[in-house]
């Protein structure tokens, strides 16, 4: 990873570092992880849209833009939220935000159940499936609390539907 101002980012315990501005991003905000591609684009200076923030005051999520200012410091950035990067894009290009029940697209509507037949469905895997991908999950329970293997992906209509592999 690079800089904007061309040094090297250098991971230390608890930041990434940049060797020659000393700019630092925390890898944890708000109780919330950043990905790698997303410390990648805050040295960039941009401003990235994120959800899974938890509040200090009130321990609800919540979400917004997130940039490195002049200081040097993480801050919100709801000015820019539109502009945004989102890394986890849907795969129309809108922004996969999180409901209580579910991960959805802000613009075409499609969405994910967090739970699923007994299985969480993790942000990640929700991504994947939003972005159009086909999601093997090994350990849903039927209803007669009988683990199964099927594909979790999403309809034309933007519903999230299981399909079971063909066994060979
Ligand atoms: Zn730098
Ligand atoms: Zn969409």
């Known amino acids: 990873m690079e800089c904007k ?10 930041f990434y570092e940049c060797s020659g501005c000393k700019k630092k991003v925390w890898k944890e905000f708000f109780g919330r992880k950043f990905k790698e591609s997303e410390i990648d684009y805050l040295f960039q200076g941009l ?27 993480l801050i919100f950035d709801e000015d820019k939220i539109k502009e945004a990067i989102n890394v986890d894009k849907c795969k129309c290009g809108g922004i996969i935000r999180e409901s209580q029940k579910t991960y959805f697209c802000s613009s075409c509507k499609a969405f994910v159940y967090k739970k699923m037949y007994s299985k969480t469905i993790t942000r990640d895997i929700a ?3 939003l ?9 849903f329970k039927s209803k007669a609390g009988k683990t199964f293997e099927a594909i979790l992906f999403i309809d034309e209509e933007g519903k999230p539907k299981i399909e079971f592999p063909v066994r060979g």
């Open 5 to 14: 101002c061309g040094s090297e980012i250098i991971e230390k315990e608890n």
């Open 47 to 73: 401003t990235i849209y994120v959800d899974g923030l938890v509040s200090r005051k009130s321990g609800k999520k919540f979400s917004s833009g997130v940039k490195l200012n002049e200081k040097l410091e």
């Open 127 to 129: 991504v994947y499936v």
């Open 131 to 139: 972005q159009g991908d086909k999601v093997p999950i090994k350990d």
